[in-house]
């Protein structure tokens, strides 16, 4: 598709399981982002790659929240030992360095519920 | 202290109505500035960009005021399609980089008929 695609789009763990959220980012986008936001909350910054680095990944909450980007296109955010307050909507952005205004362009999310 | 802080609302507004919004950021260094629309459990999309010196997109204008940090956006001739919550977005990278966004939480609009 021509958009950033994320999957699974809902996922119900057990407190405790390890989760793995993928995001598969524009065609040719360089930059990719991800993001969480819990229910009536802002966005709050995880990690930026450009390309497969990761400049800043000051945002990941604790060593529980790691993710990693291959051939400078898919990403995936893995969280172990899921806690309740992993629950949030996880979402993924890219843009393009070409862009004059630095536009994301995001997913619809991958929203996570631990029970 | 949030770095970007917005009233939550919601602003209720009928139809027709012009409403304004405001954001402050805590970061002297933010050099880029943006408006994004979230609607009711959809993902955010850029509505516009920020200029220095203020800038309009038919019934939208956005403000930035550098010396007191904060950023403004006025909606006149409200629609019920302007319901939303709009995201005030301040980054340290330039408007064409692509550093990280820091995204305020929102400002609830409703517009009734």
């Known amino acids: 598709g021509a958009g950033v695609s994320q999957s699974p789009s809902n996922k119900v763990t057990e407190k405790g399981k390890d989760v793995e959220l993928r995001c598969d980012p524009i065609?040719?986008?360089?930059?990719l982002y991800w993001y969480r936001q819990s229910l009536g909350q802002g966005l709050e910054f995880l990690i930026y790659?450009?390309?497969?680095?990761?400049?800043?990944k000051s945002g990941l909450p604790s060593d529980r929240f790691s993710a990693e980007r291959t051939g400078g296109s898919v990403s995936t955010l893995t969280i172990q030992r899921t806690q309740q307050e992993d629950s949030a909507v996880y979402l993924c952005?890219?843009?393009?360095?070409?862009?004059?205004?630095?536009?994301?362009?995001f997913g619809e999310g991958s929203r996570l519920t631990v029970l | 202290r949030k770095e970007v802080e917005q009233d939550p609302g919601p602003f209720n507004v009928p139809e027709g109505a012009t409403v304004a919004f405001n954001c402050t950021y805590s970061?002297?260094?933010?050099?880029?500035f943006f408006w994004y629309r979230q609607d009711c459990r959809k993902e955010p999309k850029l509505l516009m960009s920020?200029?220095?010196s203020g800038n309009e997109d038919g019934r939208f204008t956005a403000q930035l005021n550098r010396a007191s940090q904060y950023i403004s956006l006025l909606i006149r001739d409200s629609k019920l399609s302007d319901s939303a919550t709009y995201l005030c977005?301040?980054?340290?990278?330039?408007?064409?980089?692509?550093?990280?966004?820091?995204f305020g939480s929102g400002t609830r609009l409703l517009v009734r008929p």
């Open positions: 952005a890219s843009s393009s360095t070409s862009s004059r205004n630095g536009e994301l362009f």
């Open positions: 065609s040719g986008h360089t930059a």
């Open positions: 790659f450009q390309g497969n680095s990761a400049p800043d």
């Open positions: 970061n002297s260094a933010s050099q880029s």
């Open positions: 920020v200029y220095s």
């Open positions: 977005v301040s980054s340290l990278g330039a408007m064409d980089s692509s550093y990280k966004l820091i």
